[in-house]
């Protein structure tokens, strides 16, 4: 998404519809989340945070950083910069290539 349509998106997506529509309750659930994501892409040296409560910053081991705007293509890129596929459920990360 570009700058200037974050500026006209209120950031919400379907997976926030159950989210209290209180703008501070929505913001720790969405930091909640990237917490979560965070310990699930650890292992792999990939890295995620917050940009702007509307997308996030992905980081690979080698410093690279891609915007996403979802979590779907979060996923996607984290398998692109680790190199690695990714399993969210599975106990270690998995070591083939995507």
């Given at each position: 998404?570009?700058?200037?349509?974050?500026?006209?998106?209120?950031?919400r997506r379907w997976i926030d519809a159950a989210a209290p529509l209180d703008p501070a309750t929505f913001r720790r659930e969405r930091l909640?989340?990237?917490?979560?994501?965070?310990?699930?892409?650890?292992?792999?040296?990939?890295?995620?945070?917050?940009?702007?409560?509307?997308?996030?910053?992905?980081?690979?081991?080698?410093?690279?950083v891609e915007i996403v705007d979802n979590l779907f293509d979060l996923w996607r890129k984290a398998e692109t910069l680790s190199g690695h596929r990714l399993d969210p459920l599975a106990e270690e990360p998995a070591g083939d290539a995507p």
């Open positions: 998404m570009c700058g200037l349509c974050g500026i006209f998106d209120d950031g909640r989340r990237v917490d979560i994501i965070r310990s699930v892409l650890a292992p792999l040296h990939v890295g995620v945070d917050d940009w702007e409560g509307a997308s996030f910053l992905v980081r690979g081991p080698t410093g690279a």
